[in-house]
């Protein structure tokens, strides 16, 4: 049985430093005139009814942009894992669609690629892939791996990547290419990505 909306929880990942930013909160970094969480805001809350921001600072700004805010346990930044599992212990639905704050070409599109390759009678983790390099941070995890990921947490294990392909992970392939793909991590990216 394929999953149709509005049977998962979307987690928009906003809780890293941004370093090569500048220090800057990349999600409320503005493009095209709005924050960049706002292009993902726009294409996924159509979809769910359960839209959660993991964020560490600026949590009054991204709210409106959500249902719940999470944030880290763990101070100084511990990486996206620690936010994962807390959005698989909030989300409602039995799966979490995940995808990072900077990548503002996401589009309806890519969420029914990952959605179709699921399958809610044996529910396995689907991850986009571009050629070999898996990419983790577009993904779709049902809420009953929660236990073996909160395992390699407590084991010492940070790379979600890691964790998802010894689970039998789905590949949704997509072109090196593709423009919906595309983080911006620096000013220049920032500024190369407007004329898409």
Known sequence: MKLTPPCFSVLLLAG???SRMGGKDKGLVSFRGRPLIASLFD???PLTDDLLISCNRNTEQYA???DHI???DVSGFPGPLTG???GLTAAKHDWLLLFPCDAPLIDQSLVRQLLDAASADTPRPVMVRQGNQWQPM???IPKHLLPVLQLAWQS???SLMAILTRHDVVAVDC????PRLQNINTPQQLLDLHHY
């Open 156 to 158: 010492g294990e940070r």
């Open 175 to 178: 072109a090196l290419n593709d």
């Open 43 to 45: 294409v996924v809350r």
């Open 64 to 66: 409106t942009y959500c």
């Open 84 to 86: 994962i599992l807390k």
């Open 138 to 140: 577009f993904s779709l």
């Open 16 to 18: 890293g430093q941004g």
């Open 70 to 72: 999470l944030t880290d």
